[in-house]
């Protein structure tokens, strides 16, 4: 009886994950203010071209990420953000004065070998970008304190507790203390 219920269990997880492929309404605004009410193909990420079509059973079509300006689903938004000179459609986490957005990727990882049968992991890879006044800057654990730090100089409390006490985990929190700051 347990092993029915654990294989229903996965199998309804299994059908689950899959639904998260396919088309999900949204809207594409493009850099030149055109807008498009449409259906955009479900990505982890989002590379250079992304499809979308205007109704179920419509022809997909294709964009090219440097014509977007920002992408509005119900659950997320995606922006098109400029860094290091190459366009990066990436997931709006914080908006504000101090704006963290972010760009999650599948990286094969090391090969593993199990009862004789070799199969190769997989890590996600974020990157993420803070943006004030319209200038991108990447971010990563390394770098943390020394960028936060030049970007909150405006806000010496915050940015003192950033310098001694918070971790890169907390980034949401140090951002949302920021943009709250007076």
């Known amino acids: 009886m347990k092993c ?3 294989i229903t269990i996965l199998a309804g997880l299994s059908l689950n994950a899959n639904s ?4 999900v309404d949204a809207t ?3 850099k030149n203010g055109d807008s498009l009410n449409c259906q955009v193909q479900r990505e982890f990420s989002y590379g250079d071209l992304i499809t979308y079509r205007f109704s179920s059973g419509s022809q997909e079509k294709t964009i090219r990420a440097k014509q977007i300006k920002r992408i509005h689903t119900p659950a997320y ?11 990066r459609l990436m997931t709006v ?4 004065k101090l704006g963290l957005y972010s760009y999650t990727v599948m990286e094969a990882g090391p090969k593993q070998v199990n ?3 070799t199969s190769y992991g997989s ?6 970008a ?5 200038v991108s800057t990447e971010l990563s654990e390394k770098n943390y304190r020394e960028i936060l730090g030049r970007l909150m100089d405006d806000c010496p409390s915050v940015r003192a507790f950033v310098e001694k006490s918070h971790s890169f985990d907390e980034l949401q929190y140090i951002i949302e203390s920021y943009n709250g700051c007076k």
């Open 123 to 128: 890590k996600m890879k974020t990157t993420y």
């Open 77 to 87: 938004i995606i922006e098109n953000i400029s860094m290091n000179g190459k366009d």
């Open 115 to 117: 009862n004789g049968v």
């Open 93 to 96: 986490v914080i908006e504000g």
């Open 130 to 134: 803070l943006v004030k006044n319209g």
């Open 4 to 6: 029915i219920i654990v």
């Open 20 to 23: 998260q492929y396919g088309f």
């Open 28 to 30: 594409i605004f493009k």
